[in-house]
């Protein structure tokens, strides 16, 4: 059965910085784009980052963007989100996920979760300030 197991959350201060990864297991999604969002209780969903299958595009939101870096190693079938200059409202439980719709795309990096079909438990991260 496929997994993406997101992992690297935990307590940081404002302006610290945290690398989360998401490893696949079961299946590879090497041919796939894959994105993360975060969600605060009571709120929907945000679209945070989304990665080309071949990392050769990136997209990310504008409440993220200069601060946040997302790459991938097909390799180690791993996902990564670089955050920097971290912000209380930064704060929240933050999902990878994979959109499998389309192998090989090398344009396509979704922002609405509807378009990813595959979403990992989620790693919560906490920013004090």
């Known amino acids: 059965q496929a997994q993406l197991v997101e992992s690297g959350g935990g307590l940081v201060q404002a302006g610290g910085s945290l690398r989360l990864s998401c490893a696949a297991s079961?299946?590879?999604?090497?041919?796939?784009?894959m994105g993360w969002f975060r969600q605060t209780p009571g709120k929907e969903r945000e679209f945070v980052a989304a990665?080309?299958?071949?990392?050769?595009?990136?997209r990310y939101a504008d409440s993220v963007k200069g601060r946040f870096t997302t790459s991938r190693d097909n390799a180690k079938n791993t996902v990564y989100l670089q955050m920097n200059s971290l912000k209380p409202e930064d704060m929240a439980v933050y999902y990878c996920?994979?959109?499998?719709?389309?192998?090989?795309?090398?344009?396509?990096?979704?922002?609405?979760?509807?378009?990813?079909?595959?979403w990992g438990q989620g790693t919560q991260v906490t920013v004090s300030s």
């Open positions: 996920a994979a959109a499998t719709i389309y192998s090989r795309a090398d344009d396509y990096r979704p922002s609405l979760s509807y378009e990813y079909d595959y």
């Open positions: 079961g299946r590879t999604f090497s041919t796939n784009a």
């Open positions: 990665i080309s299958w071949n990392g050769g595009n990136t």
